[in-house]
């Protein structure tokens, strides 16, 4: 029994989550935000192992060095963020998981380079400039 499930916009690309996330937060840099589309990006960060994917296989782009960034081919959604820095981890983008109302962001990161105009101070969530241990 899947303690989440996702899906892509089409439902192309489906999962099943056998496990807890062991973070949920919030990215303000500037590729999470292109990739996203949105203002800032959520994200899930699970066991790689504990994501079982099925239907099509999520295509992959190198948004920078060490980092992939995986999505539906069919319709563009914005799936996984896989990076050198978190081995064995994947993290899921929040919009790709149906239970997302039960996952609540537990911290901020690149705030940095947050927009301006997005107001965050008073939701009593730590921030970091970069990433929580920088
Ligand atoms: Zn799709
Ligand atoms: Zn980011």
Redesign the pocket.
Known sequence: MANYTGS??????TAEIIAEPKWVGNCHCPSCRRVSGAAFATYAGFDAAAVKFSG?TPNTHKSSPGAIRHF??????SIAFEGEAWPEEIHLHIGFIKEADSLKPETHVYTKTKLEWLHIDEDGLPKFDKFSDQ
Not at 72 to 77: A, F, K, L, R, W
């Open positions: 892509c916009l089409c439902g192309a690309i099509d539906c081919n069919e319709c563009g959604s």
